[in-house]
């Protein structure tokens, strides 16, 4: 799974924009992507919600559980 994000980072993000500036371009240029991945990307089999938002849902559906035992 690592090597699969591994190389979707590298195609969408290092090899797209060569040559690059400086190191401190691809370091921002990370921090964006990751960002993005982790936080705004849409997950089709979540409901094409961000998995930030996923993770919230699955927060509050525990703690409604909690409530209802």
Do not use: C
């Amino acid at each position: 799974m690592a090597e699969m994000v591994n190389g979707l980072f590298k195609a969408e993000v290092i090899y797209r924009h060569v040559p690059w500036r400086s190191f401190e371009a691809v370091e921002y240029a990370t921090l964006k992507w990751v960002d993005w991945f982790n936080n705004r990307r849409l997950q089709e089999p979540g409901g094409n919600i961000p998995p930030a938002d996923a993770e919230a849902n699955f927060y509050a559906a525990l703690e409604r559980s909690d409530v209802a035992a």
